[in-house]
């Protein structure tokens, strides 16, 4: 499956620790979207990257969230410091250097937060 | 900035019936509009999008949609619905020229009843 990898699928926290969210992009893709989807609401746009850059991250809440996309590996969304309010399903896109081709989403990564 | 509006959080048809759902749009320039189809606890798939060019635009799955400006709408519909239709669907918007950044509607789930 060359799609959209997002892990781990589900992920519990208590409030107070580190929520880390990994997504690898389609192969060939060098953009990645971050998205959060609360119970009954639609995707919020949170940020997009490129390899070693943040293009817009005009969506990302201003503390305790942060997001990298490095030159190896997998993109990472980190939410420090949980709290109750965090617990949403979080979904990563990528599209490839075109950014006028459609985005592919993974599963996401559902964050429940006890 | 854009915004967009899904009429009806659940629809229900039976099958072989019409499908409609509607999506109203807005945006202060020229907008990209897409369907995207979500199955639970998966991620979203791309139905259809509407980039500028014809104003009836034809998806996956017998899905079409077309753009009317003059009423700022881009319903999805569909024929005859089949059993494997039932999902949450979601329209989204971004300004023309560029497809990040996506605006999404808070969705519409379909049920088909046999």
């Known amino acids: 499956n060359a799609g959209v990898m997002q892990n781990p699928r589900h992920l519990v926290r208590r409030r107070g620790q580190e929520a880390r969210l990994r997504c690898s992009p389609m192969?060939?893709?060098?953009?990645v979207y971050w998205y959060r989807q609360l119970p009954e609401e639609g995707l919020k746009f949170m940020v997009y990257?490129?390899?070693?850059?943040?293009?817009?991250e005009s969506g990302m809440p201003k503390e305790r969230f942060s997001a990298e996309f490095p030159k190896e590996g997998p993109s990472i969304l980190r939410i420090q410091q949980v709290v109750r309010g965090d617990s949403a399903a979080y979904f990563c896109?990528?599209?490839?250097?075109?950014?006028?081709?459609?985005?592919?989403f993974g599963d996401g990564t559902r964050l429940s937060i006890l | 900035a854009q915004s967009v509006t899904q009429l009806g959080s659940h629809v229900s048809v039976s099958e072989g019936a019409l499908v409609l759902l509607r999506c109203n749009y807005s945006s202060s320039v020229p907008p990209y509009l897409f369907w995207y189809v979500q199955y639970p606890n998966q991620g979203l798939q791309l139905l259809l999008k509407y980039t500028s060019a014809a104003t009836l635009v034809k998806g996956i799955n017998g899905f079409e949609a077309e753009f009317k400006k003059s009423e700022t709408s881009f319903h999805l519909t569909k024929p005859s619905a089949h059993m494997s239709d039932a999902a949450e669907y979601f329209c989204?918007?971004?300004?023309?020229?560029?497809?990040?950044?996506?605006?999404f509607g808070k969705g519409t789930l379909l049920t088909v009843n046999p």
């Open positions: 896109a990528s599209s490839p250097k075109d950014s006028n081709q459609p985005q592919h």
């Open positions: 990257l490129q390899k070693e850059n943040i293009i817009d």
């Open positions: 989204a918007v971004t300004r023309g020229g560029s497809n990040y950044k996506l605006t």
């Open positions: 192969k060939g893709h060098s953009h």
